[in-house]
T-cell receptor, first 114, second 114 residues
Framework: AQSVAQPEDQVNVAEGNPLTVKCTYS??????LFWYVQYPNRGLQFLLK??????LVKGSYGFEAEFNKSQTSFHLKKPSALVSDSALYFC????????????FGPGTRLSVLP | GAGVSQSPSNKVTEKGKDVELRCDPI?????LYWYRQSLGQGLEFLIY????????KSGLPSDRFSAERTGGSVSTLTIQRTQQEDSAVYLC????????????FGAGTRLSVL
């Protein structure tokens, strides 16, 4: 069965500095990996995904993520954080061997300080 | 509308009452998911519908929970004999039947059981 870990409950970063939100996963087959963001009192919004191909994936709002198969990681990054990036970030995985069942991580709250 | 619509946005009920939560997916999306998000927590998968196939009910926490999807479109999540621990935000998502599997989320229904 698939699983996802987000080891940090909270990440604080100063505006303008680079940010990283970590995600590791476990699957038996090839992973389909996703990042979603949730702003207060709103549903989740898709940021980016990795299915196959280039390990560096670029997504919305200047975010990118790097798929690392050997480390089973899919960390979310942004070169220069904005205060408006403050939100709850979820990593999700679907194992190609387990149908359409997605597993979401517990979420990481990002706070960008002015 | 263009997005996933959920109603009601807020529901307050008394312990022991039944509730129905509605989800209108994006037109043409064949996949529909229900998740539960407890305060400050990650997403808990509840149930998944794909076209005319039998739903994946593996995430339903008890037999008090059920869901149906009529005509491959609108879905209703029913919770019978509600308990206080059922209090959470219930999120619905839909997805086109392509390999990308991006899920589009509604804003959710906040259920409070008194």
């Amino acid at each position: 069965a698939q699983s996802v870990a987000q080891p940090e409950d909270q990440v604080n970063v100063a505006e303008g500095n680079p940010l990283t939100v970590k995600c590791t996963y476990s699957v038996s087959g090839n992973p389909y990996l996703f990042w979603y963001v949730q702003y207060p009192n709103r549903g989740l919004q898709f940021l980016l995904k990795y299915i196959t191909g280039d390990n560096l994936v670029k997504g919305s709002y200047g975010f990118e993520a790097e798929f690392n198969k050997s480390q089973t990681s899919f960390h979310l990054k942004k070169p220069s954080a904005l205060v408006s990036d403050s939100a709850l970030y979820f990593c999700a995985v679907r194992d190609e061997n387990y149908g359409q069942n997605f597993v979401f991580g517990p979420g990481t709250r990002l706070s960008v300080l002015p | 509308g263009a997005g996933v619509s959920q109603s009601p946005s807020n529901k307050v009920t008394e312990k022991g009452k039944d509730v129905e939560l509605r989800c209108d997916p994006i037109s043409g999306h064949t996949a529909l998911y229900w998740y539960r998000q407890s305060l400050g927590q990650g997403l808990e998968f509840l149930i998944y519908f794909q076209g005319n196939s039998a739903p994946d009910k593996s995430g339903l926490p008890s037999d008090r929970f059920s869901a149906e999807r009529t005509g491959g479109s609108v879905s209703t999540l029913t919770i019978q004999r509600t308990q206080q621990e059922d209090s959470a935000v219930y999120l619905c998502a839909s997805s086109p039947s392509d390999r990308g599997n991006i899920q589009y989320f509604g804003a959710g229904t906040r259920l409070s059981v008194l």
